[in-house]
């Protein structure tokens, strides 16, 4: 997937005003429209251009691609980093899907997750409720094994009187619950939108999800850990202790394992009503034959064993 230049697309510098944006997209839009453009890949033009001013005309929209942006050149092979977009709070306002409008797989991959809104949503009146907010937060694994409260500092998009995108932060201390997991959702009642009148401001929703740990991966309430083994004692069995999110536990392994054979430890994932498992993988690690009397003994392992590890793919 190739990264998209949106403001190139829509011939403006990045430090474009709204206004100007705005200019440029009509310019464009008439430019382009099939129904009355005469050039060949109009179509394809005018798709383009309404995907590139649907992002650049939302301020909220604007400031996440701005942030990404900066590290990435048009055409470039680009996948969006993990939590490209954590610490940006969003409003309910332009949340339409890609697909509604047909928009590129780059555009999904960026915004799609905008798609689903919880909670209300503002009406219309004198005294509308205020709308919800949202926003991604990246938090450790042991913070859903113990708990824990944690200051956040999350980013929101404003208009300047000139029509430029700033962003200012704000602090909260959040509670994280015990046993959280990715792609859940913490709700903080009136953090969201202001209110009009003497209505209820609205509610901010925080999706969680985990920062990347150098020893653990997460499936839903599962985690996985890499373990490190010598060759003697996959092939002899030990008992190994294992450095887990919960605290380490002494492991069994059995004898004659073979690298990648999974050992299950139940109920030691992440907590929960139904908690999830450790899933321990083994992992052989030969040693160096980095001296004279260890290439002897790797020698000796060689006239010792008829062993061919290709036995079965030369059959």
């Given amino acids: 997937m190739e990264f998209k230049d949106y403001y190139k697309v829509m011939g403006v510098e990045r430090t474009a005003t709204q206004d100007e944006i705005k200019r440029a997209y009509r310019k464009l839009a008439r430019k382009y429209h099939p129904d009355v453009s005469s050039e060949k890949d109009a179509e394809s033009r005018f798709k383009e251009v309404g995907e590139a001013y649907e992002v650049l005309k939302d301020p909220e929209k604007r400031a996440a691609y701005d942030e990404l942006g900066s590290q990435w050149k048009a055409g470039q092979d680009f996948r969006p980093p993990p939590g490209w977009d954590a610490g940006f709070e969003f409003s309910e306002a332009g949340r339409g899907r890609a697909e509604d409008f047909g928009f590129s797989d780059f555009f999904e991959a960026l915004y799609g997750r905008q798609n689903a809104a919880a909670g209300g949503r503002s009406h219309p009146g004198m005294h509308a409720r205020g709308q919800d907010h949202h926003a991604r937060v990246m938090v450790e694994i042991e913070d859903s094994y113990n708990g824990s409260s944690r200051p956040i500092t999350l980013r929101m998009p404003e208009l300047t009187p000139d029509g430029h995108v700033v962003t200012r932060n704000r602090s909260l201390n959040v509670r994280i619950p015990k046993g959280i997991r990715a792609g859940q959702q913490i709700r903080l009642a009136g953090q969201g939108g202001a209110a009009m009148g003497a209505a209820q401001a609205g509610d901010l929703y925080l999706e969680v999800q985990f920062q990347p740990h150098p020893r653990y991966t997460v499936d839903g309430g599962d985690i996985y850990l890499d ?35 999974k050992l299950r430890l139940k109920g030691r994932g992440l907590p929960g009503k139904t908690p999830g498992d450790l899933y321990v993988v083994l992992k052989i690690v030969i040693p160096p034959a980095d001296s004279e009397q260890a290439r002897a003994a790797y020698r000796q392992m060689q006239q010792q064993f008829e062993f061919n590890p290709r036995a079965e793919t030369e059959a």
């Fill in 227 to 261: 373990l490190p083994i010598a060759p003697w004692e996959a092939a002899l069995g030990a008992t190994v202790q294992v450095k887990a999110p919960a605290g380490s536990v002494d492991l069994k392994v059995p004898a004659g394992s073979q690298a990648g054979k």
